[in-house]
């Protein structure tokens, strides 16, 4: 019996150009690059040099920390190029990939007598370890912790997001046999949303479901472990994207690595939004080409949802972590006559400021990326509080991380957030700070604290 849990507080953002459920072909050039940066919380060493040959599943880097998690190429091919920045900085390593594809071999594993030794090593020798993340610090994991329970959310209510029942059809099978294989490691904690009760993503006995029914950012892990099991100072919990535990049932079940997502190609600037299916670290000129002018000006392409993604550029590629590619308004060409003072019957606000609210809820918005001023004094009016549903007082742990108060940090229980769980309260925040870029440098200050 599935537990429900009733978010109130949140906001839903209802953005124009949502992905409709239909997938689309795509063809892609053959080059694909894996991104360092993707994984926070490692130092890469190479493991591979140019001109080498690869296999799909073999090791490209490997985290110089502990030797063990390693990152894998998507396909097999040629490392055509190692991109560095400053200071030798690994910004991306490119391959080329053969037109007969070869996979690196695990081997099969029977689920009945895997154990939780078997799984880590698993997860660490084909490279799927490095998408396990972490709380506190929202890190990618360290396998010598045990950790008191493994949390996955199935869905995402940010704007524009990928719907993961659609993104996983024909693959629940697979999905349910990677939480079945998560669950000999330790308990395993699937938040779903009321609509996907009577899919096939279920039934698993094996792991606790809780339904949680609420406006974004309901979908959040983050929101969802505050709910279930808060993390204590101490303890550890992981989080796995849903696609990464299709992933590792097809791992299981086949012996092979198929780093493939089902992702959304969304935004107003889309000329079609579908849903198309791509190995991660392929070309976002690939993803688009079809979609949108990559040379037109006055337009964002975001690694990612509106919210929590990256800005990136058309020569760049999908991030390891991305179930969406989105393209919307710039706004840097915007220029309003009367400013703030206009009506706005076109414009989201969160309050009656704009007499958009008079066309309802379910009116769809094509927002721009302006921040609409400049960074203020930052006032406690309790904005944040107000679509913040975690027990934490977010505006004054805000506070406590600009002032680098580590032990009211600790206190107002920074161990159990992540740099997405400020979103929407970045969203709606009068004060035009930038609450995710705060969060992030916190935990990454408090970590080496206590390092």
């Known amino acids: 019996m599935e537990r429900l849990y009733k978010i109130k507080k949140g906001l839903d953002l209802n953005l124009k150009g949502k992905a409709v ?23 890469p060493r190479l493991v591979v040099k140019e001109g080498e040959q690869v296999l799909a599943g073999q090791p490209l880097f490997v985290d110089k920390a502990t030797e063990r998690i390693k990152v894998v190429s998507p396909v097999s091919g040629t490392v055509s190029a190692i991109v560095r920045g400053e200071r030798r900085k690994i910004l991306r390593v490119c391959v080329k990939a053969n037109a007969q594809q070869e996979n690196h071999d695990f081997g099969k594993a029977d689920l009945g007598k895997l154990s939780a030794e078997s799984v880590i090593e698993l997860l ?14 929202d890190v990618v994991a360290n396998p010598a912790d045990q950790p008191k329970a493994i949390f996955v959310s199935a869905f995402s209510k940010m704007p524009l997001a990928a719907d993961f029942t659609f993104a996983a059809q024909g693959r629940e099978e697979a999905f349910k046999n990677g939480l079945r294989t998560l669950a000999k490691i330790a308990k395993v904690h699937l938040g779903i949303s009321p609509d996907q009760i009577n899919t096939p993503l279920l039934p698993v006995s094996e792991v606790e479901v809780s339904v949680f029914d609420g406006p974004n950012p309901s979908g959040n892990v983050g ?16 989080t ?8 590792l049932g097809e791992l299981v079940e086949t012996g092979h690595v198929n780093l493939t997502r089902r992702i959304a190609v969304a935004g107003s600037h889309v000329a079609s939004p579908r849903y198309v299916e791509v190995k991660i670290g392929a070309p976002l000129a690939d993803i688009l080409a079809e979609q949108t002018d990559l040379k037109a000006e006055h337009q964002r392409i975001i690694n990612g949802n509106p919210l929590v993604g990256a800005k990136a550029e058309a020569d760049g590629y999908l991030s390891a972590f991305a179930g969406e590619v989105c393209v919307i308004p710039e706004g840097d060409d915007v220029n309003e006559v009367f400013g703030w003072i206009a009506p706005r019957f076109n414009q989201f606000s969160t309050s009656r400021s ?3 609210w ?9 927002l721009d990326c302006r921040i609409k001023g400049g960074e203020r004094h930052m006032i406690m009016s309790g904005e944040y509080d107000r679509v ?9 742990l805000i506070k406590a991380i600009i002032t680098g108060d580590i032990d009211k940090q600790e206190e107002l229980g920074i161990y159990e957030v992540a740099p997405e769980d400020f979103a929407v309260a970045e969203f709606v925040d009068s004060s035009k700070l930038e609450l995710q870029r705060i969060v992030r440098e916190g935990l990454d200050i408090l970590r080496k604290e206590n390092a």
Do not use: C
């Not at 913040?388 to 004054?396: E, N, R």
């Open 358 to 366: 008079m066309f309802g809820k379910n009116r769809q918005y094509d």
């Open 124 to 137: 660490l020798s084909s490279g799927l370890f490095a998408f396990v993340r972490q709380r506190p610090y």
């Open 240 to 247: 796995l994207d849903p696609g990464v535990v299709i992933m």
């Open 223 to 238: 929101v969802q472990i505050n709910h279930i099991d808060p993390v204590n100072k101490g303890e550890v919990v992981w």
């Open 354 to 356: 704009y007499f958009s």
């Open 21 to 43: 459920l239909e997938l689309q072909p795509l063809k892609t050039s053959g080059e694909y690059a894996i991104v360092p940066d993707d994984f926070h919380g490692m130092v």
């Open 388 to 396: 913040f549903p975690m027990d934490i007082y977010a505006g004054y």
